[in-house]
């Protein structure tokens, strides 16, 4: 499938794998990935980049058709485990807002170290709220080619 930037009109070719799509600019050299597992009613998302980074909307793009994929094998929710701190806000945009915190359960912290480490840790959301955050910034600059 084909996608094309309505800012920039570089278009992509967009392919699916296993739990995974890769776009990459149709005679150019941008390019971009995402890979997640399924656990149960969840999606993890593993691993995700594009180039052009920031602003170029291809990360939103490849968000939505993750997690519609997921929602089609029945998940509920995203998780996204590795999110660096300089993506959370991307993140947030897209409707992952809420802090994954089992990772901090029987956990010996005062106050402050939890409050620090609540800032790092995964962050999730509804898969539906997730879905439809992507999809409307993935329509803000995307329309298929």
């Known amino acids: 499938m084909r996608y094309k930037n309505t800012k920039t009109k570089k278009i992509f070719e967009?392919?699916?794998?296993?739990?995974q799509f890769d776009a990459q600019e149709v005679s150019g050299a941008d390019k971009g990935h995402i890979?997640?597992?399924?656990?149960?009613?969840a999606m993890d998302l593993k691993n995700m980049f594009s180039v052009p980074e920031e602003g170029s909307g291809l990360g939103?793009?490849?968000?939505?058709?993750?997690?519609?994929?997921?929602?089609?094998k029945k998940c509920e929710l995203v998780e996204i485990s590795n999110a660096a701190l300089d993506?959370?806000?991307?993140?947030?945009?897209?409707?992952?807002?809420?802090?994954v915190t089992s990772i901090l359960d029987g956990g010996d912290?005062?106050?402050?170290e939890r409050e620090?480490?609540?800032t790092q840790c995964p962050v999730g959301g509804e898969a539906m709220e997730v879905l439809n955050?992507?999809?409307?910034?993935m329509f803000e600059r995307w329309e298929p080619a």
């Open 133 to 137: 955050a992507s999809h409307a910034k």
């Open 60 to 72: 939103s793009l490849l968000l939505f058709l993750a997690v519609k994929d997921a929602m089609a």
């Open 116 to 118: 620090k480490l609540l």
């Open 109 to 112: 912290f005062t106050p402050e």
């Open 35 to 41: 890979d997640y597992q399924i656990k149960g009613n």
């Open 87 to 99: 993506a959370r806000g991307f993140y947030f945009k897209m409707g992952c807002r809420k802090p």
């Open 14 to 19: 967009i392919t699916k794998g296993e739990n």
